[in-house]
């Protein structure tokens, strides 16, 4: 049998708490006299845990406080730690980079590596966090020996991964990897599916055309030409099939000046190949150079044309003209 406090509460009738055979009722519901008595050691024995709760609870937040300084103090000293950040960068880069990196990851490699280098000698050096080079470098290092990706992975990436191939946390087509890895292509899509995929698009960015000609007309600077390509993006998402992902500012292995370029859509499907869209107010090489590399991998290349210019295209790649 279990004994409970049976006491008057305030609120509703007796108390139900439970309680040790030889207690008369709860501590909550023990009068004066029974806490003087009864209880009096236990109390006592709760109020010393208190105590020693607040005094615990004041050495954490003196730790904390101290913590809060020290980062500061790291943040501080980050400001000063390049040149060493820099010396150990170049180590990992000799003895871990393959050579077979293509220089915008080294480039991208050596970036990540100086800046968490730079924060990691700050942080020792104050206390703030010791052994934090370490680790740190021990990370790179396992960043360095992912790279360049493989055939197999940009093939996972491009077939069951959703399209996206992950590179130093930077998202990248993953079909334009492999086509770039491999020189060679996904099979070509069906000209049927590209005339279809071609008209699913014109029609979704046609519906709000008379809207996106009052945008054009006021179209006389980088602002409202971005708001267009802002909007053209986002019909391009919503025509995506359900089972289809879109897919924004994707990095694309095609070299623009030192860095690789990006795509401004792309519409990855588990059934068929990639649809590439990129979106522009004039005619733009980089584009062109882009969607001719995505024709290559086998995806189905469409450039949405807005603004001014001519709107030839390379071969292979379909213009969606929305003058
Ligand atoms: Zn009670």
Sequence with gaps: MVKRCGRPTKTRGKCRIEIPADDPCCIQHATDEERATVFAERLANREQRQEAYRERRELWEAARERGIELRQAATERAKETGAAATELAEVLIRDYLSPAVPPPLAAEFRALAENRLRYAVADEETGYRPGRVGLVKGELRAVARGLPPTVEQAARAASHDGGVLDIMGKGHWAAGWLYHLTGRGMYPPAPE???????????????????????????????????????????????????????????????????????????????????????DSALNPASAQKLAFARDAGAMPIWVRFGEGRTDAPDGVTVIDLR
Excluded: M
């Design 193 to 279: 599916l590209t005339a279809e995929t071609v008209g699913i698009l014109t029609d979704c960015l046609k519906r709000d055309l008379d809207r996106l000609h009052s945008l054009a007309a006021q179209i006389d600077d980088e602002a409202s030409i971005e708001g267009i390509t802002r909007w053209a993006t986002r019909a391009i998402v919503r025509a995506a099939v359900p089972e289809a992902r879109p897919l924004r500012e994707l990095t694309v292995p095609v070299l623009r000046n030192t860095r690789y370029g990006r795509l401004d859509v792309v519409v990855w499907s588990a059934f068929g190949p990639d649809t590439v869209v990129e979106i």
